[in-house]
Structures are given as structure tokens and as C-alpha cells.
């Protein structure tokens, strides 16, 4: 079956724009999280749904992050006037129980 | 210090070796283990899965968790040079929180 899929692959954007980045989870999972990985790193968990409800945006590094998730499918990771330091590889994971996660490919975002 | 810590290698081993991949932990709550493979560009694939202490083994990897030394491990059999891969471990308390390492990159050579 499909797995978690993520849109764009890749994404350059200039200093102060912002960038929207899209993750289909697995038809049927009702968990879905946003991690961000840093190169050479492990991926560091963002915010976490449980259907619609984002139940945990601890991670998110500033109120420069907005995720959503309004139907309870698609998600969407928002980044605001995005900065040097959000250039990373955006990963998202969705999962029916919690704990086994399955992954996109993920986004990576260059801001120049 | 970081809740979990994972040597980031690299680690070179010829094709067929035993290959030994480590995590230590901090947090007592934490009670599920897992451990994924990232191959370069690639989301990280969820390679196995255990609860509490003990082994679990499927095909050519086996996982161990001791949780009284808090120390995990992920064992690879025969290894081959398609095992070559960044091996991520993950573990949590249960629910949705869960924290990785930064990951061991491995290379097999033929």
C-alpha cells in the first residue's frame, strides 16, 4: 500500500519568506507528527495530532511554526519568515498506535 | 547531557561480519525501543520494534534491551554491503513522545 508521502521534495527559499510543507499520512492512521532533522542528527520531534487535534506543539522552535491538520488527513507544517537556522529536512511520521511510526521521504529545506 | 546518547560512528565492517549497534538512555519511564534505518536522502524505516526488556529477533537483526544497565542494542548478522545505512535508535515512555539518537552511520564493505 502507499506510505506517508511528503510535498515538496525540496525547497530553496530566500530569508524572510515563508514555506508550506505537505505530508499525506497512511490512509487510516490517526497519529501523525512533524520532526525536523538536522544533518548529522537524529530527527527531533516538532508536534504531534491525534486526528485533527494537535495535541502536543512543544517542539515547534518558534511562533515562526504553525501546524494543522483539519480534517484529520493531511497535514500542513508552516514555517513564517523563515531564517538561516530552519534549513533542515522536515520529517513527517504518521502511526495507528503511537509508538511504530512510518516515515516520509521528507522535505529538506534550504533558505539562502 | 542528552537523554539518549548513540556513539555516530562511522563504523566500517567487511561483508559478513557481526555488526554491533549501541544506544544508552537516561529516562527509567522510557518502555518502548525501536530502531530505525535511514539510507541517505530517505525518511527512516522502522526496522524493529520491542517493549520492555529482553531480545527480539527477526531474520539477520536482533534487538536487546536491558533496562537495568538502560542500554540498547540492535545486532546484524552476515552483514551485507545493502545494510550500509544510518541505524537511528528511538525509544519513548508510550503514547507519542518518543526520542531518537543522532544515529550511527555503518558501511559495509564488499
Known amino acids: 500500500g502507499a506510505g506517508v508521502s511528503q510535498s515538496p521534495r525540496y525547497k530553496v527559499a530566500k530569508r524572510g519568506q515563508d514555506v508550506a510543507l505537505r505530508c499525506d499520512p497512511i490512509s487510516g492512521h490517526v497519529s501523525l507528527f512533524w520532526y525536523q532533522q538536522a544533518l548529522g542528527q537524529g530527527p527531533e520531534f516538532l508536534t504531534y495530532f491525534q486526528n485533527e487535534a494537535q495535541l502536543d506543539k512543544s517542539g515547534l522552535p518558534s511562533d515562526r511554526f504553525f501546524a494543522e491538520r483539519p480534517e484529520g488527513s493531511v497535514s500542513t507544517l508552516k514555517i513564517q519568515r523563515t531564517q538561516q537556522e530552519d534549513s533542515a529536512v522536515y520529517l513527517c511520521?504518521?502511526?495507528?498506535?503511537?509508538?511504530?511510526?512510518?516515515f516520509g521521504p521528507g522535505t529538506r529545506l534550504t533558505v539562502t | 547531557q542528552k537523554e539518549v546518547e548513540q556513539d555516530p560512528g562511522p563504523l566500517s565492517v567487511p561483508e559478513g561480519a557481526i555488526v554491533s549497534l549501541n544506544c544508552t538512555y537516561s529516562n527509567s519511564a522510557f518502555q518502548y525501543f525501536m530502531w530505525y534505518r535511514q539510507y541517505s536522502r530517505k525518511g527512516p524505516e522502522l526496522l524493529m520494534y520491542t517493549y520492555s526488556s529482553g531480545n527480539k529477533e527477526d531474520g539477520r537483526f536482533t534487538a536487546q534491551v536491558d533496562k537495568s544497565s538502560k542500554y540498547i542494542s540492535l545486532f546484524i548478522r552476515d552483514s551485507q554491503p545493502s545494510d550500509s545505512a544510518t541505524y537511528l535508535c528511538?525509544?519513548?515512555?508510550?503514547?507519542?513522545?518518543?526520542?531518537f539518537g543522532a544515529g550511527t552511520r555503518l558501511f559495509v564493505k564488499a
Open positions: 528511538a525509544m519513548g515512555p508510550g503514547g507519542f513522545k518518543t526520542i
Open positions: 511520521a504518521s502511526s495507528s498506535t503511537g509508538d511504530e511510526q512510518y
